[in-house]
């Protein structure tokens, strides 16, 4: 197909801003990178609910929303939202807008040449084939975390129906799909060994807009507002959920409790935040300060602002193929990164040479790190240069989307 043919694409996702986090800020980029390029984009989402597990003010008592976010369309449908972690509440969740973007959402859009389908959920699997039929359109399914495989790993989900029924949806989708792509190596690896061609399947891996994030956003008065001054800031910024395991970081702060001069920054919301503060609270620790879910528009100066920053997932087999978005970020601001994390996303801070790997789960050595950094400034701004010329040259989120673009031409 000609490269200069501009295409109609929906994007289909549950997460969508003005909610916070990485499918929100990686599924957006996409959709304004691609608009761009010259092709036009709509957005069908849920009303934003996410992490509050509430209606955002300005959409609630509302059915359906259709409004315009930097010149992409968004079209958004009901979803039932909730706080509670019951499992089956979740499940209600995500099936209420799964039926309601295709039985509601799906009239509010004409016919288009492309819909990709992020997944999680795995149930927008069926929504987004229905409506790629509907809408005479190729189907393309959007891999950012293996499920139901990462949910029974996590002690989620143990019903062994739904895991047969979820399995099978998931494998059925990956056949009805024109384009398959995968957010990490471990991810479209997982896929392809399980039968699906290599031709079918590819790598599109999370990256960063490197002219927003970078280390000219540090702002000194920003720093002396949030109580940090000229001390060694160490940030956590993302989902405070169960696959992060922040507890080991807490640990970690309470064994540097004497070191007056190191400060560790939350940034963020999720299910197990009321479990790390009253954690926090239990120890008397006062070199732990957690600050509330920011703008998107202010995370490059917040990101900017600080001196490193942790990325920890639990020691599971299932992480080892995980390319945490929020690294980027910390790479483009030339932050150096103490990742606890096994797998591909160690082998990329390796072999950038930009951050100290340590052990998952392992609390002894995240302080010793965070010591080492503190201790060495000239370390500090070396991996700090080297993240950033290294995100520079493989994960500029223009060539990512570049990248895509060439793939959905390809399909059709």
């Known amino acids: 197909m000609e490269q200069n043919k501009k295409l109609k694409i929906l994007f289909l996702t549950q997460y969508c801003p003005p909610e916070v986090g990485a499918?929100?800020?990686?599924?957006?980029?996409?959709?304004?990178?691609?608009?761009?390029?010259?092709?036009e984009v709509t957005i069908l989402t849920a009303l934003p609910?996410?992490?509050?597990?509430?209606?955002?003010?300005?959409?609630?008592?509302?059915?359906?929303?259709?409004?315009?976010?930097?010149?992409?369309?968004?079209?958004?449908?009901?979803?039932?939202?909730?706080?509670?972690?019951?499992?089956?509440?979740?499940?209600?969740?995500?099936?209420?807008?799964?039926?309601?973007s295709v039985f509601q959402g799906a009239k509010h859009i004409e016919d288009q040449?492309?819909?990709?389908?992020?997944?999680?959920?795995?149930?927008?699997?069926?929504?987004?084939?229905?409506?790629?039929?509907?809408?005479?359109?190729?189907?393309?399914?959007?891999?950012?975390?293996?499920?139901?495989?990462?949910?029974?790993?996590?002690?989620?989900?143990?019903?062994?129906?739904?895991?047969?029924?979820?399995?099978?949806?998931?494998?059925?989708?990956?056949?009805?799909?024109?384009?398959?792509?995968?957010?990490t190596k471990g991810i479209v690896n997982n896929i392809v060994e399980r039968g699906f061609s290599e031709d079918k399947v590819k790598l599109i891996t999370n990256g960063v807009d490197t002219s927003l994030f970078s280390r000219n956003n540090r702002d000194e008065k920003y720093r002396e507002e949030i109580g940090v001054g000229d001390k060694f800031a160490v940030c956590y910024a993302g989902i405070h959920g169960l696959a992060q395991g922040l507890e080991v970081v807490?640990?970690?702060?309470?064994?540097?409790?004497?070191?007056?001069?190191?400060?560790?920054?939350?940034?963020?919301?999720?299910?197990?935040?009321?479990?790390?503060?009253?954690?926090?609270?239990?120890?008397?620790?006062?070199?732990?300060?957690?600050?509330?879910?920011?703008?998107?528009?202010?995370?490059?100066?917040?990101?900017?602002?600080?001196d490193?920053?942790?990325?920890?997932?639990?020691?599971?087999?299932?992480?080892?193929?995980?390319?945490?978005?929020?690294?980027?970020?910390?790479?483009?601001?030339?932050?150096?990164?103490?990742?606890?994390?096994?797998?591909?996303?160690?082998?990329?801070?390796?072999?950038?040479?930009?951050g100290i790997v340590v052990e998952p789960e392992n609390e002894r050595e995240i302080a010793e790190a965070v010591m080492k950094l503190y201790k060495d400034k000239e370390l500090t701004r070396e991996l700090g240069r080297n993240g950033r010329k290294y995100v520079e040259e493989n994960y500029s989120r223009e060539i990512i989307v570049k990248r895509l673009e060439s793939y959905l031409l390809k399909i059709m």
């Open 23 to 39: 499918p929100q800020n990686r599924i957006f980029e996409f959709a304004k990178g691609l608009k761009r390029l010259g092709h």
């Open 49 to 100: 609910s996410y992490p509050k597990g509430q209606i955002f003010e300005g959409y609630r008592d509302k059915k359906l929303v259709i409004e315009e976010m930097d010149g992409i369309r968004i079209v958004r449908t009901n979803i039932y939202a909730t706080k509670s972690k019951d499992f089956m509440k979740r499940l209600r969740n995500y099936f209420s807008f799964t039926l309601s």
């Open 113 to 183: 040449d492309v819909v990709i389908t992020e997944s999680p959920p795995l149930f927008l699997g069926w929504s987004g084939y229905k409506i790629a039929k509907k809408k005479h359109a190729k189907f393309v399914f959007n891999i950012s975390d293996l499920w139901p495989e990462s949910a029974v790993k996590l002690g989620v989900l143990h019903n062994k129906l739904l895991i047969k029924m979820s399995t099978w949806l998931e494998e059925k989708s990956y056949k009805r799909a024109a384009l398959v792509t995968g957010q």
């Open 250 to 306: 807490i640990k970690a702060a309470e064994l540097l409790k004497e070191e007056k001069e190191i400060q560790f920054m939350f940034y963020g919301d999720g299910p197990e935040k009321n479990m790390l503060m009253d954690m926090v609270k239990e120890k008397g620790l006062s070199n732990v300060t957690f600050m509330p879910v920011q703008m998107k528009k202010d995370m490059p100066r917040v990101i900017g602002s600080m």
């Open 308 to 354: 490193a920053t942790v990325v920890p997932l639990k020691k599971l087999d299932l992480f080892k193929g995980a390319l945490p978005s929020k690294m980027f970020e910390a790479l483009a601001s030339e932050l150096p990164i103490i990742l606890a994390v096994e797998g591909e996303a160690a082998n990329l801070i390796n072999e950038a040479k930009a």
